[in-house]
C-alpha cells in the first residue's frame, strides 16, 4: 500500500500554484481513502508547535505523549475542554489543503522519521510499503525524509514534478537518491496502491 507524504508544502516553501498532475494525484489518493501525511516544521505550523511538538494529530487523536503530560482532572470539576480531548491538533497552511481523515505531523527534524518516533511502524501497521514523496525542500527536509524511507525499508517514489527548492526551481539531487534506490517519476505516472 501506498502512502503520500507532503513535505513543507506551505508557500513560500512550496509553489503557491502547485503542478496540475501532483493535485490530481492527491485528490486520487483521497478519493480512495488513501493514506495522505502532511509533515511540516514547527515554525510552519503556527501554534501547533506549542500544542504537540514532534507529534502527530489527526482524526485519530494526539501524540502518544499528550496524555501523559496532561494534569490530572480534580473528580468534582467538569473538564474543561481540552482535557475532555487532548492537545489541538496541529495546523499548517498546506497549498493542498488538509483532509479530515489526513494526518498531520509536525518536526523541528529534517528526517521525519527521525523527529517522529512513530511515523514508520505506524505506517507499517497500516500496511504501507511505498511512500510517494513531494514537498518543498528549503530545509532539506524531503531529502532527508526520502533517505531515511530507503534505510528503513520502505520503496521511495521522488515525484520529479512535486519536489522544489527553497527558490521555487527543482532540486538538484534527484539523480542522487536514484542512484540510492528511489525512483523517480512525474506525478502523472504514478499508479497508486491503496
Known sequence: MDALLLIDTAA???PAAPPQPLADLIARARNVG???????????????????????AGAEGGSDTAAADAP???????????????????????????GEDELVLVTV??????????????LGDLGVNRVI???GDARGAV?????A???????VILLADG???????????????????????????VWLKM
Open 34 to 56: 488513501g493514506v495522505v501525511v502532511h509533515i511540516a516544521g514547527s515554525a510552519a505550523a503556527g501554534d501547533a508547535e506549542d500544542a504537540a511538538p514532534d507529534g502527530a
Open 163 to 189: 519536489v522544489f527548492a527553497g527558490d521555487g526551481e527543482q532540486v538538484g539531487w534527484l539523480p542522487e537518491a536514484e542512484a540510492a534506490g528511489a525512483v523517480v517519476k512525474a506525478s502523472g505516472d
Open 143 to 147: 531529502q532527508e525524509t526520502a533517505m
Open 12 to 14: 513560500p516553501a512550496f
Open 133 to 135: 514523496v513531494a514537498g
Open 109 to 122: 527534524n529534517a528526517d521525519a522519521f527521525e523527529g517522529i518516533e512513530e511515523l514508520a511502524p505506524g
Open 149 to 155: 524511507a530507503l534505510v528503513l525499508g520502505f520503496e
Open 72 to 98: 490530572a482532572a480534580d473528580t468534582a470539576a467538569e473538564p474543561d475542554e481540552e482535557e475532555a480531548t487532548g492537545p489541538a491538533a496541529p495546523v499548517i497552511d498546506s497549498v493542498f489543503g488538509t
